[in-house]
Every structure is written in C-alpha cells, then in structure tokens.
C-alpha cells in the first residue's frame, strides 16, 4: 500500500511539473512583450497612456470572457484537450504580434495589436484554467493551495524572465523579434502537454456558472482588488521610470517576478496548513506597503526593492482567496469555478488597468501605486472578513 500511495504521489507530482512547464512556456509568451508595449504604444504608434492601458488590458478582457467557456471545457473534456488548443491559439498570437510591427499606419497596427492580445488571453484563459483543475485533479482538493502556489511559481517566473529577454529582444530585432519569440514559446509548451496523462472528464451535474459565481464572489473580490498592484507595476512602471529619468525600467517586473517566486517557494503550503484567510491577511498587507513605496520612491533603486515587495505580497494572495473560493463548490464544478475565480483576476487587468491609465492621464504615474495601495488594504478588509466568518466562535 505505502508503495502504491509513492507511486500515486510521484505520478501527481510529474503531473503537476508538466503542467507547470507549460504555463511558464504560456506565460513567458506574455512576459516578453510586456515590457516593451507601453514604449511601442505610445512613442511608436503615438497613444496615450488610456491606450497603454488598453493594451494591457485587452489580452484580460479576452481571458475574463472565456473563463466560462475554458472552465466549462477542462470539466467535460478533459484539461489536457483544453491546454492544447490554448496553447496552439498562442501560436497564432504572437504571429499577429510580430505583423502588427510591419504595419505603417498606426491605427490599423493599433488593431492588428490587440486582436493578438486577445487571442493570447483566450490562450492563457484554456492553458491556465487546465493546468489548475489538473493539477487539483491529480492532488487532490487538500493540496489545492500547493497547486495554485506553484502554477502560479510558473506564471511570474516566466513574466521575471521574459522582461529582460523582450528588453534585449526588442533592442536588436524589434517588435518582430519579440512577437516570434512569443509565438515560439507556447510550441514548447504543447510538447509538455503532450507528455502528461488525460485526467478523465467530470460528472455532468454542474451548478450553473451563475451560481459558481455566486458561491466564490467573496473571495473573488479579494483577488481582484489586490491584483491591481501587479497591473499598476505591469502597465506603468517602465514609463514611470522613464518619466523620471531612472534606468533599468525592466527590473521592476523582474524583481516582481522574482520575488513572487521566491514567496511561493518557501510559503506556498502556509494557505493548505493556516487557512486561506489568514494567509491573504498578511499577503495583502505586504503588497500594499509595497506599493505605497513603490508611490513614495525617490530612486530607481526603491522603486525596484518596493515592486519586489508588492510581489512578495501579492504572491499568495491567489492561492490563499483561492482556497478559500474552492473550498465552496463541489469536485464536479472545479474548472468552472477555478475559471470563475481567474476572472476576477482578468477583471482588474480589464477594467482596473485602463482605469488606472486614466487616474494617470490626470495625476500622474506615481498615482497609479497610490491606487493600488488603497485597493491592498480594501483586499486586506476582504481577508479580514473571510477569517472572522471562518473562526471557530467563542463560547
């Protein structure tokens, strides 16, 4: 018996490493031209920052809008099926990036931009969606905590390591460079994918997405109002930094990312072992003191450490409302509610972002992290909420 539950352990975990090497090959397509899209908008193309803003926050309308449809698909046909045709619609996506570059007129380059955007958030909606239910399917729902942790290891390490390479990329070869480089990521990807075992698709009495929303709403607004500091790091640091005259913009998200790693690595079974709401606690008030440095910073070099410490922050607060928002449904709505969840995620990068791309059209950049230290604490509220609701009552 104790042979066969190793056997069954190594098989989740090989599962769950496969899983993870795809997102990071998903998510290193996004990453790459993240850094360089702000610049390419406005200087190239000759927007403003509510179109940065857009930009950024087309490929998360995209993703918002098909977590349903990607939710719905991993439970009925299996999350591998799913991350396939994700993964393979990312392909297609950074092609489009790379041809929005040769186009001359800036609107129609404008457009052919954001139809690649969005077509890599429905990628990332069917890759990442699959990989969290398969993951939670091959665990089990006691280490769900420890697969969001490390898919989400997987998601940053790769957007830490795509900054720098899209800087250097787009320094010698362009946008085109950088648009094929993310077309050739996610074909790594799909080799992973292919390497892992089809997990079996689910019942079919399924709660209504309605109702799946219904039942996480809670935890979801938590995730949605502390994910506004990645976006404010994501949209607007580097024209922060080149509004001040301060070098290395890239490092900001590269030190984000490592961070964020770093915490899911050495914490990432704390939300499994103390409970989801306490964990967010703590999470959302690192992050908002990061970002309140990240406003306050009068150097490049602190500007750094505080996008370091908004991603040490932020890097549980995903597992830790997650526990809390999976612990509500049932075994057979997992993808859907997983997708559900994701989307308010995708909320503030599609709504939240080209907001704060109009707070700065009218503050300023430094505005957009002031923002986002408001949003951490109403986050840490959520926590606060969720952990009184959860607590054992005094007699």
């Given amino acids: 018996m104790n042979a066969l539950n190793s056997n069954t352990e190594r098989g989740a975990v090989r599962h769950l490493a496969l899983l993870c090497g795809a997102v990071f090959a998903e998510f290193l397509a996004m990453g790459l031209p993240l850094p360089v899209l702000p610049g390419h908008v406005t200087t190239t193309l000759g927007f403003g920052a509510f179109v940065v803003g857009l930009a950024i926050g087309a490929q998360s309308w995209a993703t918002l809008l098909t977590r349903h449809v990607a939710g719905t698909r991993a439970d009925t046909r299996g999350p591998q099926s799913t991350a396939v045709l994700g993964l393979s619609i990312s392909v297609l996506a950074g092609a489009l990036m790379a041809a929005s570059s040769v186009v001359t007129r800036p609107a129609v380059s404008l457009g052919v931009l954001l139809t690649a955007r969005a077509l890599l958030g429905l990628g990332e909606s069917m890759v990442i969606t699959s990989a969290r239910s398969g993951g939670v399917g091959r665990g089990g729902r006691e280490r769900s905590g420890l697969v969001m942790a490390w898919v989400g290891i997987a998601m940053y390490g790769a957007l830490a390591a795509g900054a720098p390479v899209g800087t250097w990329l787009a320094a010698h070869a362009g946008l085109v460079g950088v648009g094929l480089a993310a077309s050739a990521a996610p074909l790594i990807g799909l080799a992973l994918v292919f390497f892992t075992r089809p997990l079996p698709a689910l019942g079919t009495a399924r709660l209504p997405f309605h109702s799946v929303a219904r039942a996480i709403w809670l935890p979801g607004l938590g995730l949605t109002l502390s994910a506004l500091g990645f976006g404010a790091i994501a949209a607007f640091s580097t024209l922060r930094f080149e509004h001040e005259g301060w070098s290395r913009a890239s490092l900001a998200m590269t030190a984000f990312g490592v961070a964020y790693v770093a915490a899911r690595i050495l914490f990432g079974t704390l939300p499994d072992k103390l409970g989801g709401a306490r964990v967010a606690m703590a999470s959302t008030s690192l992050a908002g003191v990061g970002q309140a440095l990240m406003f306050f910073a009068p150097s490049a070099e ?73 949003t951490a604490a109403l986050a840490f509220a959520i926590a606060a909420l969720l952990f009184s609701k959860s607590a054992p009552a005094r007699s």
């Fill in 302 to 374: 602190l500007a750094i450490a505080a996008a370091a410490l908004t991603g040490f922050g932020f890097s549980l607060s995903f597992p830790a409302f997650g526990v809390e928002a999976i612990k509500r449904v049932a075994p057979q709505n997992r993808g859907v509610a997983l997708g559900a969840y994701a989307a308010c995620f995708d909320l503030t990068m599609g709504v939240g972002v080209p907001a704060l791309g109009l707070a700065v059209g009218a503050l300023g950049f430094a505005a957009a992290f002031a923002i986002g230290a408001v």
